[in-house]
């Protein structure tokens, strides 16, 4: 049985307005990984939700400044187990995941004795070495991965322990990836930089068309290189 861990947001116009002479486009989504859903969720200040009948997360949001409303499905460590769980009373023993490298890596922590024994209420959340970055020129690290923390519910009318279904999940602290602040963006403009030089013959050629276009330029040298060549 192939299972996911992975997430799709999905995106609609605020309103839905249709135009005489044009055909209706029909919601948009892109595809997430678990950190990336959490990364949205918390930037939003969304609250998460385990739908009741699918036992799946899911959250929405608004962005205003595009005029769009966001609903973000995802499959996390704690719809995994359920469907394990699922699974294993149809008698079905062998599970591959897709997609690996987007999944909730807390999930690993289940094991193959499904699962973790939940004697608390408390299940970390924790995110993958992803990096999220921020629009702009510049970089800079602004923040190091953290991990989340979540409350989770679990049937009490399951006598079973290795039955029992997770019904209810609340994310108190979502977990984030590492953090790469980029600032400085202006439209329209493009940022020029020369690799391995400097270069006899094409390093002049373009420092001369530089000055011309009173253009500016970043140039990458290689130390070897820049001994060896005269100024």
């Known amino acids: 049985m192939r299972v996911g861990n992975y997430g799709y947001d999905w995106t609609l116009s605020i309103p839905i307005q249709k135009t005489a002479g044009t055909a209706c486009r029909g919601p948009q989504y892109r595809v997430l990984s678990v950190s990336d859903s959490w990364q949205r969720a918390s930037d939003a200040d969304a609250d998460l939700d385990l739908d009741y009948d699918t036992l799946n997360p899911h959250f929405?949001?608004?962005?205003?400044?595009?005029n769009q409303r966001h609903v973000v499905w995802f499959?996390?460590?704690?719809?995994?187990?359920?469907?394990?769980?699922?699974a294993r009373e149809l008698g079905l023993q062998?599970?591959?995941?897709?997609?690996?490298?987007?999944?909730?890596?807390?999930?690993?922590?289940?094991?193959?004795?499904?699962?973790?024994?939940?004697?608390?209420r408390r299940w970390p959340a924790a995110a993958r070495h992803d990096v999220d970055t921020r629009r702009g020129r510049y970089s800079a690290r602004h923040r190091p991965a953290a991990a989340g923390k979540r409350t989770v519910e679990v049937d009490t009318d399951e006598p079973d322990p290795r039955k029992k279904l997770i019904i209810d999940e609340h994310m108190d602290v979502y977990p984030r990836t590492y953090t790469i602040e980029q600032y400085g963006y202006h439209p329209k403009e493009l940022a020029l930089?020369?690799?391995?030089?400097?270069?006899?013959?094409?390093?002049?050629?373009?420092l001369d068309i530089l000055k011309q276009k009173n253009a500016k330029g970043t140039f990458f040298l290689i130390a070897p290189r820049a001994l060896t060549t005269s100024a």
């Open 193 to 206: 930089s020369f690799d391995d030089g400097p270069d006899p013959k094409w390093t002049p050629k373009i």
């Open 75 to 86: 499959l996390d460590a704690v719809s995994l187990l359920d469907e394990m769980r699922g």
């Open 94 to 120: 062998t599970f591959a995941l897709w997609r690996l490298g987007a999944e909730d890596s807390s999930l690993w922590n289940i094991g193959t004795g499904l699962p973790i024994r939940i004697r608390c």
């Open 60 to 66: 929405e949001y608004i962005d205003e400044d595009n």
